[in-house]
Nanobody, 124 residues
Framework: QVQLVESGGGLVQTGGSLRLSCAASGRTVSDYTIAWFRQAPGEEREFQAAISWSGYITYYADDVEGRFTISRDNDQNTVYLHLNNLRPEDTAVYYC?????????????????WGQGTQVTVSS
């Protein structure tokens, strides 16, 4: 079992940046592929990025590659999502999730462990 806690969300203006953190406990995060999803009101949960247990393999949704960067620090049991050049349509609750399996899996139903989410709001 692994527990995930997100932090780092907040209110930012268009074009701004944030760094989201996902702290894992219970088991070492290095056992798991970690992904970030987001969910806006009335919308389905949407894949953003994932990173392998080693950190060498990353996978991004097409519309965020180049703006968002995922990284991990296994010594700190933490995965980060760097959000750059933010737009109002990036406003959502951002969740991290963990699974043992392929990095390229972007379906939320295949992730076993979830955090509680952190709100990101981008003002125009």
């Amino acid at each position: 079992q692994v527990q995930l806690v997100e932090s780092g969300g907040g209110l930012v203006q268009t074009g701004g940046s944030l760094r989201l953190s996902c702290a894992a406990s219970g088991r070492t995060v290095s056992d798991y592929t970690i992904a970030w999803f987001r969910q806006a009101p009335g919308e389905e949960r949407e894949f953003q990025a994932a990173i392998s247990w080693s950190g060498y393999i990353t996978y991004y949704a097409d519309d965020v590659e180049g703006r968002f960067t995922i990284s991990r620090d296994n010594d700190q049991n933490t995965v980060y999502l760097h959000l750059n050049n933010l737009r109002p349509e990036d406003t959502a609750v951002y969740y991290c999730a963990a699974r043992k399996g392929l990095v390229s899996e972007d379906r939320p139903t295949l992730y076993d462990h979830w955090g509680q989410g952190t709100q990101v709001t981008v003002s125009s």
